[in-house]
């Protein structure tokens, strides 16, 4: 097989956690041809078992100017390496089920566009994809159903929306959705929406939140006049594992007006992890926006954290703080909460921790003695410590810090940088790719 040397996959079996090292490899001058010749290694998954081990594989098709990603398997007990997916067909973002027994990838097959499964104990099927789970997606600890993001209306919108007017052409039909280039959340006022095709393409869109470029993710939203008009909101949808019958529709969980960002599932799967930009809230229902200031920097929103029992209910608001806050999780007891933070621009992050459900603020970790990046939370299975990956000099080092506050410890050494971090489910094996 043609290889070269600077991708590199790496599986650590962790006695949480002991210091990787990286053996020295024989190098030579690049040369142009070897743009061809590399095969880029990428998005590692390791079975929550960890004894298998997905990774894809980019190749660089030099004939026809392209490139073409397959999925890999590795049996990391028996040593066994193959190709998982179907060869001369992109497939990307490669995963597991809860119990190991499926594997999810996304890829186009033919006018099958999104998710497709693989039954991984019955080798040799066909992929398939599973009614409603489409768009993003976290399957629940247990394995039987799976958590869905889609923007939905909010219950007595409808009625609204069905009482006005709907744009109506010269006969007074309601004129189709426009062709010609696609809105990035929705097309300006009927009023001033170009009629031809060469006006559409010249047309200006108006972004009325933060996140619009998530809207393609979430969900169909409905043209005007061809269902309903009604302001949309991303919610939360239950879906079985197996999909959903015909004619069938997903649990609603939430039906509040607000846009959600989901974090995580509670070790034990008894609670959903989310944020809720409250500033975008509040000026949504009609709060003013405050001016800025010649030459300062717009301040970052209110952003609470809530959780939400994942049979559904009442959502309980944990904690809330005015700055951009990512990585929202729990310690395996359950008892205290971590998150990225960051309280002003062009400042560093650090991660808080507090305590739940109270809200009580317990530590501040990497934020006077870390000018580095901190990256993706995971807490060790004792609840000691706090992982994550960081940008070191131009290298990258998975770090540790006390969950109780202290120095932060480089775990791994060595000139390379990494990315993908995977965990198995007892947190005891970490895969990674690796660049020297």
């Known amino acids: 097989m043609r290889r070269l040397i600077p991708l590199a996959l790496a599986v650590v079996t962790l006695p949480w956690l002991a210091p990787a090292s990286v053996d020295a490899q024989d190098t030579r001058t690049i040369e142009p041809a070897d743009y061809y010749r590399v095969e880029r290694l990428g998005s590692p998954a390791l079975s929550p078992d960890g004894r ?3 990774y894809t594989v980019e190749t660089m098709r030099r004939e026809s100017n392209d490139r073409i990603t397959h999925i890999w398997w590795a049996d990391l007990t028996e040593g066994e390496n193959r190709r998982l997916s179907t060869r001369g067909v992109n ?9 190991g027994s499926r594997v999810h990838f996304r890829t186009e097959r033919g006018d099958e566009e999104g998710t497709h499964f693989l039954n991984f104990r019955e080798p040799g099927g066909e992929a398939y994809q599973i009614p409603g789970l489409t768009g993003e997606f976290t399957f629940h600890p247990g394995g039987d ?3 869905v993001t889609r923007s939905a209306a909010v ?3 409808d009625d609204e929306a069905e009482a006005e007017d709907p744009e109506e052409g010269e006969e007074g039909e309601a004129q189709p959705w426009p062709d010609g280039t696609p809105a990035l959340t929705g097309p300006t006022h009927p009023e001033t929406r170009g009629r031809t095709e060469a006006e559409r393409n ?13 809207d393609g993710t979430l969900g169909f939203v409905p043209p005007p006049g061809e269902d309903d008009e009604a302001e949309r909101y991303a919610q939360f949808f239950r879906i079985p594992a197996d999909g959903l019958a015909p004619g069938e529709e997903g649990e609603q969980l939430t039906h509040d007006p607000v846009d959600k960002s989901f974090q995580e599932f509670s070790r034990d799967g008894e609670w959903i992890l989310y944020t809720v930009n409250i500033t975008e809230r509040d000026q949504k229902e009609g709060e003013e926006e405050e001016e800025l200031a010649p030459g300062e920097l717009e301040p970052y929103p ?3 954290i809530y959780r939400l029992p994942a049979e559904g209910g009442e959502a309980e608001k944990l904690y809330q703080i005015q700055g951009s806050v990512g990585s929202v999780t729990l310690s395996p007891d359950g008892d205290q909460l971590a998150f990225r933070l960051v309280e002003e621009r062009l400042t560093d992050p650090w991660v808080r921790v507090i305590s739940v459900p109270e809200g009580y603020h ?7 003695d870390w000018k580095y990046s901190v990256g993706g939370l995971t807490w060790s299975p004792d609840g000691g410590h706090i992982y994550w990956q960081s940008a070191i000099g131009g290298q990258d080092q998975l770090v540790r810090v006390s969950a109780d506050g202290g120095p932060v410890e480089e775990v791994t050494q060595g000139r390379h940088t990494f990315s993908g971090l995977s965990f198995d489910a007892e947190l005891t094996r970490m895969a990674y790719v690796k660049s020297t």
């Open 52 to 54: 298998h081990l997905l």
């Open 91 to 99: 497939s990307t973002n490669p995963g597991w089920t809860p119990d």
């Open 145 to 147: 159903w799976a958590l």
């Open 155 to 157: 219950e007595g919108q």
């Open 202 to 214: 010249a047309d200006v869109y108006v972004i009325t939140h933060t996140n619009y470029k998530r």
């Open 302 to 304: 209110e952003t609470g």
């Open 362 to 368: 317990l530590a501040d970790l990497a934020r006077d």
